[in-house]
């Protein structure tokens, strides 16, 4: 099963939850982004919130996301549970903590659940871990 589109509006409490552990700052990749606007390309945050796209250029925010943990940001991934592909083995496998999420997420205000499985992903950076 596809989508019509490669975003999946993240939903609130797991969005909440999360802030409220990690106080986010960042997110390269919102839902509505202005025009012109690349989160690719911007400097990011020193907590960041990353739900990218789950289309063929997801491995581009992962690349991203390892290499913004490495100069110390903390970067929190809301990602669709692919642990059959490249970017998963390439870059989700160097997260600090990778939480599973049981059941299958709804995004947005969709009625319901989505195709695939879900997990949260956590690079913390080399200086970030305590």
């Not at 609130?12 to 999360?18: A, N, R, S």
């Not at 299958?104 to 200086?127: H, V, Y």
Request: hydrophobic share 35%; net charge positive; glycine share 8%.
């Amino acid at each position: 099963m596809t989508s019509l589109s490669p975003h999946w509006a993240t939903p609130k409490g797991i969005y909440d939850e999360l802030n409220k552990e990690f106080n986010f700052n960042f997110d390269p990749c919102p839902l509505h982004n202005p025009i012109g606007y690349d989160g690719l390309t911007c400097l990011w945050g020193s907590s960041n919130f990353i739900n990218p796209p789950y289309g063929r250029a997801i491995g581009k925010w992962l690349k991203k996301t390892y290499e913004v943990s490495q100069s110390g940001a903390i970067c929190v991934l809301l990602i669709p549970s692919r642990t059959d592909t490249k970017w998963w083995h390439d870059y989700i496998m160097k997260a600090d903590e990778i939480r599973f999420i049981k059941g299958r997420l709804k995004f947005g205000d969709s009625k319901n659940s989505a195709p695939f499985p879900s997990a949260i992903a956590i690079f913390r950076g080399p200086i970030n871990h305590d």
